[in-house]
């Protein structure tokens, strides 16, 4: 197992960092909050999880182990593949997610695509045992509320990382405005990241 990627940050996409380990370029697939804290060209630490499936090899990346660990036991419920994993912990923090599970909030999962009220309520009976308690502060759908409130500035941060100037950063930020609020207040920053993306290309 690869248990971290450590070296330069050799480029970065909406879901996707590679990261420069003697000499290889080694792809991970990260959530949007993760690669908002990267920048190319500068050094990087991830800690990683491998998924190994019959046809493919898929790296995911976190920006510590607590949340490569939350990753791991989530896919130990029925029903959560990496990917499902993956969503979650974009939408909250490990804490987030322990405080949701140990207090029975349903609607924090649901706040996660792809989870309904039914495979909520079946994913806190599985958890419940599995994620202990939060070891910080957080509160249950800690990163949800900060995702309502600051979308903007999360979406600013990622377009900066992939190497756009503030200026460009602030216009596209705009351009994506009035799809972020037609979300009803819970922009997915992944697919806020990808308009951005298609509207900075199309200005170049």
């Not at 509160?139 to 500035?153: H, I, K, L, N």
Request: glycine share 10%.
């Amino acid at each position: 197992m690869i248990a971290f990627v450590s070296g330069p940050v050799a480029a970065l996409a909406p879901t996707t960092a590679v990261i420069e380990v003697g000499g290889i370029g080694m792809a991970v697939q990260c959530t949007p909050h993760t690669i908002a804290g990267l920048k190319v060209g500068q050094e990087a630490r991830l800690a990683t999880s491998l998924v190994v499936r019959e046809d493919s090899l898929t790296l995911y990346g976190f920006a510590d182990d607590d949340e490569r660990q939350v990753f791991e036991l989530l896919q130990t419920a029925s029903g959560v593949g990496p990917r499902l994993a993956q969503a979650m912990l974009a939408v909250h923090s490990p804490d987030a997610l322990r405080a949701a599970v140990a207090s029975g909030d349903e609607k924090a999962l649901t706040a996660v695509p792809g989870i309904g009220k039914k495979g909520a309520q079946k994913l806190l009976l599985e958890l419940k045992d599995r994620l202990g308690e939060p070891v910080g502060s957080a509160v249950p759908a800690a990163r949800a509320a900060t995702a309502v409130r600051s979308w903007s500035d999360q979406l600013h941060a990622a377009l900066i990382g992939l190497g756009y100037a503030t200026r460009e950063a602030d216009e596209a930020v705009a351009a994506v405005t009035p799809q972020a609020e037609a979300a009803g207040g819970e922009p997915q920053i992944g697919q806020l990241l990808k308009a951005a993306l298609q509207t900075l290309n199309r200005t170049r």
